[in-house]
């Protein structure tokens, strides 16, 4: 079988674990029946069941502890979507001005809500963030990626978070670093991110919002005419 492709009795028992999670039969932590017991209870087979606890592990929802069983994991949003940034890591032009319209569509609204909701440290942290970016044009990437995070962060939203980090690649960003900077436009970036900072330091939800938006939409039109050129 191809990997990551699961057969249709696999699947179904993927659907009943995941349904025993849902309604509270086993919780965050607890300690899943064992390969026989819930062979028996899903009237599949041990294969059958492996698989599914296979598929489960992988999609962060369970956890196979050697000698002690299989356990239902925390269930944090950022376990749950981790194979989900791979999609930033490894898409092509195309599909990562996708990746970037979705971005605009959803960081400029919590950027928003941050300005509403930034504590002075949060601010202190995220203005931190933008000076050491601006000193050092080598971590500049690795920089703005724990800027943009940090932004988000202060919507106080797990899931929404970890949304927004399988958005964001450090390689793609190293990419536009690189070639923005050849086009002489790095100050266009500070300028942005200082933009984005002034809003939140001056509570204006929708100063951020635009901030955020011209800033994401000017790497999104870079890229879209790097695709056609």
């Known amino acids: 079988m191809v990997e990551g492709v699961r057969t249709p009795v696999a699947q179904r028992a993927v659907e009943r674990i995941k349904a025993m999670i849902a309604d509270g039969e086993v919780g965050p932590g607890e300690r899943l029946p064992t390969e026989r017991e819930l062979s028996a209870r899903l009237g599949v087979s041990r ?5 599914a ?4 592990t992988t999609l ?4 196979v502890r050697h000698g002690a069983g299989v356990y239902v994991t925390a269930l944090r949003p ?7 940034s791979v999609l930033a890591e ?3 032009d195309e599909t990562l ?6 971005r605009r569509m959803i960081e400029p609204a919590a950027t928003a809500v941050a300005a509403a909701r930034a504590t002075p440290e949060d601010l202190a942290r995220i203005g931190d963030l933008l000076d050491r970016m601006e000193a050092d044009a080598d971590r ?16 106080g939203n797990a899931t929404l978070s970890a949304v927004h980090a399988g958005l964001s690649s450090r390689t793609f960003n190293e990419r536009v670093w690189a070639g923005l900077g050849r086009e002489g436009l790095t100050d266009t970036l500070f300028q942005d991110h200082r933009r984005i900072h002034e809003a939140l330091t ?3 939800p929708e100063a951020a919002r635009a901030a955020a938006a011209a800033h994401v939409l000017r790497v999104e039109r870079w890229l879209s005419l790097r695709a056609d050129g």
């Open 47 to 51: 294969g059958s069941v492996r698989e």
């Open 53 to 56: 606890i296979s598929s489960l």
């Open 60 to 63: 962060g929802v369970l956890s």
């Open 78 to 84: 950022a376990d749950l979507l981790e194979a989900f």
């Open 90 to 92: 490894v898409s092509r």
């Open 97 to 102: 001005l996708e990746v970037l319209q979705v």
């Open 140 to 155: 500049a990437p690795a920089e703005d990626l724990d800027f943009h995070r940090a932004v988000v962060a202060c919507a």
């Open 202 to 204: 001056a509570r204006d």
